[in-house]
């Protein structure tokens, strides 16, 4: 008969916090495997909200020798290596449908990038190309490495504590930027490194008569959205973190992120919030979303009262999209790709293959896929 030892132990149900509805917490690792927290995942998770992309390390390879993109590429080459050489803890195989989605896009993409080699552009767009793959190799390898270390809700929980915690600060300096002169977004930037952007760049521009901020992100756009991610990242935390202290800190970064998000007068930030929202509000209840549409309205009244300027030209920006010169700049670059993809209907142009010349910003992921990849581009990302 085997012992009282033999047994392992229990935490007693009354003291276990429950976690969010249909998580099942796992400490102990998977198939009895010893857990490992992917502290370089982490760490990147940390950097890339907290370290300007253009802050680099001096050199010729400039921005593709940024931290974080350099440790994207390390990962990619783990992962890699992992699958080859990483034994086996299972008697039986498992496919992870994630990581074959992901090989997939990736090798599709590479396809497209070796058709896009067969014509020679001028330097601007050669150079375009060795960044469009470095990129990719970048996302892949985040991506896959997520995929085969994050395995456990302890492990996702710390990767995605570290995230929130970088995206705080982020949110932290844009909300800084607004209310005072203070600007922190070069706080973690080590000795040695140089900014890869024109001083026009750095300085804040201005909408409707209001400054709009940017936290550390290199445009109010991309601060908008990063602050509208933070927000349900900071109330899945508020709600399930096992320590008080960290809920409390939690609600207060949601509050912060809540803040900051208009400051970038960015109507992209409004409309990602909303998207957040609007999946995130199937994880509550019915007294709990009433409870929170009442405070959201108090809080946009409140808003409004205490920072007219901003709200006013957020709202304005809102509703004078159809006078915008900046989606009117926007819509006019469909006639161009139209006729990029009249004639470059299967592959277009290549993986970073779009001449400065003709689409000097095409800020718009699916034209950009269209002109770049063709049909063999868009189709995937339709489908998911």
Known sequence: MPDEDSYPMKTPVALRRPGPPGVRADTAGVAGRRERIPWLLCFLCLL????????????????????????????????????????????????????????????????????????????????????????????????????????????????????????????SVGLLQGLTSLDLRFLFMPPGFVVNLDSDYLALSERMGTVRVLGTAEHAIEFSVLAAVTVPMTIHFARFAANRVVRWAAAVACGVALLSMPAAV???????????????????????????????????????????????????????????????????????????????????LGLGGAPPSAYPLLDNEWLRTVVQGGASSASPRWSC
């Open 48 to 171: 890339l909200p907290s370290l300007p992309a253009y802050a680099i390390p001096p050199g010729p390879l400039k921005s593709n020798g940024s931290p974080a993109r350099v440790i994207a590429v390390m990962l990619f080459g783990l992962a890699l290596l992992g699958f080859l050489t990483l034994r086996r803890t299972r008697n039986h195989r498992t496919v992870n449908p994630g990581v074959i989605v992901v090989l997939l896009f990736f090798l599709l993409l590479m396809l497209v990038y070796g058709v896009g080699l067969l014509t020679t552009g001028d330097a601007l767009v050669e150079a375009s190309k060795t960044r469009a793959v470095i990129n990719l190799i970048a996302d892949v390898g985040v991506a896959l490495y997520v995929l085969a270390r994050v395995d456990t809700a302890r492990v996702r929980t710390i990767v995605l504590g570290c995230l929130t915690t970088g995206l705080t600060f982020a949110c």
């Open 266 to 348: 960015s109507r992209t930030g409004v409309l990602t919030l909303l998207a957040c929202l609007l999946v995130y509000m199937f994880a509550f209840k019915v007294r709990q979303l009433a409870v929170a549409v009442v405070a959201g309205v108090v809080a946009i009244v409140g808003y409004a009262a205490y920072f007219p300027e901003t709200f006013d030209a957020l709202w304005r920006t809102i509703t004078g999209s159809v006078k915008d010169d900046s989606i009117l700049t926007r819509t006019a670059d469909y006639a161009a790709v139209s006729q990029t993809f009249r004639e470059h209907p299967v592959f277009g």
